[in-house]
């Protein structure tokens, strides 16, 4: 008879034990660059919007900062702005960021964060109900400690303000939606934001 040869028990749950004591390194250091990842992507989205913001004043002096993020995109369903930039669809960021994009509609979310751009301040008689001076600008992530835990923000002084990891610091386009609504000094005012370098 012919002693089989192979691996024994001991040795292949010494190999599994290897393995899970190597996945519960490695995954949490993967989901912290995915968060880290997200939350860079997160900032530059807000500056674009700085950016824009003032590329739409500009522009449109006739109604000030853009009423809404979805006012500094394309037309909804038209990704490739064929209809050329108006005051409604100023063409100025893309249909992801702005939330005209047909895949998902109404819902301005990109890497895990939510974002919302406001005007604010509106006087006079312009389009759109007035000449909006101001703006406010956020991006809030979607699920706390898995797509982000910072909430970022802007408003006309072109500074991006980021603040302390805090579990509220979650809900998305939702949540971004009620902190631009609320006005610059929910962003500008809170001392719990600070500027980032």
Known sequence: ????????????????????????????????????????????????????????????????????????????????CTAGPSWAS?????????????????????????????GLNSSGTGQNGGIFQSFTAFGVPVTFNQSGTKNFCAAQDGVVRGNSPLAGNTGGYTAAVGLAAAGPASCTGDPTYSALQ
């Open 90 to 118: 100023a063409c100025l960021i893309d249909a992801v960021l702005s939330g005209t994009d047909p895949s998902d509609p109404g819902a301005p979310t990109k890497s895990g964060y939510g974002f919302a751009a406001e």
């Open 1 to 80: 008879m012919r002693k089989q040869k192979g691996f024994s028990l001991i040795e292949l749950l010494i190999v599994v034990a290897i393995i899970l004591i190597i996945a519960a390194i490695a995954i949490p250091n993967l989901l912290r660059a995915r968060i880290s990842a997200n939350e860079s992507s997160a900032v530059g989205s807000v500056r674009n919007l700085i950016t824009q913001e003032i590329a739409y004043e500009t522009t449109y002096q006739s109604t000030g900062f853009a009423p809404h993020i979805v006012n500094l995109g394309p037309p909804a369903g038209d990704t490739g």
